[in-house]
């Protein structure tokens, strides 16, 4: 067990640092200066990391031929030439990059980032098969903390000049992920634990500790408070201690393995307390109940199956849309005269974070023997309030944009978290890797669709400002979202 649970605490890891594309904002403005580039190339480069996803699948089919390991340090190589070269680029050690090799690039830099993603989902299905739901929405919920790590670093390393924190940025996105995924690999693999049992006390820790991380990251971003409190490199030492506190479920686990030489072991009923007497009848009921008796389905059988399309097109316009609002929130916050962008920007994050968490909290405190939901009933209402944010977006005042913000983040976290045990659900999980990555191909289909409705309307109906300035996109922003929003209701 306390490999196990050293295992989940891998996936925390790697996802913390798997949130490179966050960074884009960043570097885009010296990538703009050098490349001489128009606004709208500019967008279709922060669309090209999404556009990596349409190759996911190949991470996935690797994985079901390839050890994880392997898997793991092959993402994080395709992150580093990606990045790496742009680095250099920006660095003035390689001169002779166009538009289209920098959109290769990140195209490139943006699969890597899918490659990561299988290793952990895989990682927490396989070792938690009882508690896919928690163990998945634990580890995915550290993205939410990703962008945070690398602007503390970013903060100590660089602090004022903007050309040198771009280079910055990229050199921690093509060489962070590889040192972490080097740490990790020897942990990224399959765990005997012997029978599939309920780790009760272990998963209360790991929320206590996730919570905690998570309010340090909100109230450490609020710069203009922590600074008179903290300096920057404090706040970088607290966060790698918050990523390091997760060690203590593990450490403890091993020392109870070896004073009393076996697991302990929380039984949670009467119910369950066979289990320990070894009766196997009960043991295969609670698999059963947890579960579910799925049938095992193939990437060719699936794509022909209705259930596919229909899940397709709700994380279309549910978790995607939401990523393409909170893509392009600094654009949306310009368009309403709002000038506090990097708040928006955090406040998404916080909450993106927690509704990726919410999730396991609901499964810990409310078993699917409980409730009456599924997980695909769970995602149609959780779609049902962000549908409301888009239009609390008609209302121009400020307080209606961070509301709108805080819930879309929310959701958007909730409905990513909840589609990866849904998959499992729906279509098995023994071709997860494949199947997952075809789902989240509809991400940069959806970003494709909104950039088009987007620049039709600033063609077309808007200002009549030519896109290139830039202005005219963002002042029709909200337009497009809202008629999303009657397509919610539709």
Known sequence: MALQWLSLVATMWLQSINGTNSNFPAYSSELKRILSISQLQLNNLASASDAGKLLGWISGLAAAYFPLWLVLLIGSILGLVGYGVQFLFLADRVSSLSYWHIFLLTVLAGNSICWI???????????????????????????????????NIVDVVAPTSGAERAKAFLLLNSVLPVIVCVVAAPLARNVDGGKSRKLTRGFSTMFVITIVSGLFAVVTSLGSVVSRFMPKYMVLVGMIAVLFLPLVVPLVERFREKIQQKCLIVVHDEGLASIENGEKSSDTQRNILEIGVVEEIGAKVMVRRVEFWLYFFVYLFGATLGLVYLNNLGQIAESRGCSGTSSLVSLSSAFSFFGRLLPSLLDYFFPKSKRGLSRAGAMGAVMAPMCGAFFLLLNTHD????????????????????????????????????????????????????????????????????????????????????SYGVLYVY
Do not use: W
């Open 399 to 482: 307080v209606s944009l961070y509301a709108s913000t805080a819930i879309i983040g929310i959701c958007t976290g909730a409905i990513t978290s909840i589609s990866v045990s849904t998959t499992t659900q729906l279509f098995g999980a023994k071709n997860f890797g494949v199947n997952h990555n075809i789902l989240v191909s509809n991400i940069p289909i959806g970003l494709s669709c909104l950039e088009t409705l987007l620049h039709c309307s600033t063609t077309e109906g808007g200002s009549g400002m030519p896109p290139e300035k830039g202005i005219a996109l963002v002042q029709n922003a909200t337009r497009p979202l809202s």
């Open 117 to 151: 993603n299988t290793v952990c989902y895989i990682i927490a299905i396989r070792n938690f098969p009882l508690d896919r739901q928690i163990a998945v929405s634990l580890s995915t919920s550290y993205v939410g903390l990703s962008a945070k790590l690398y602007t």
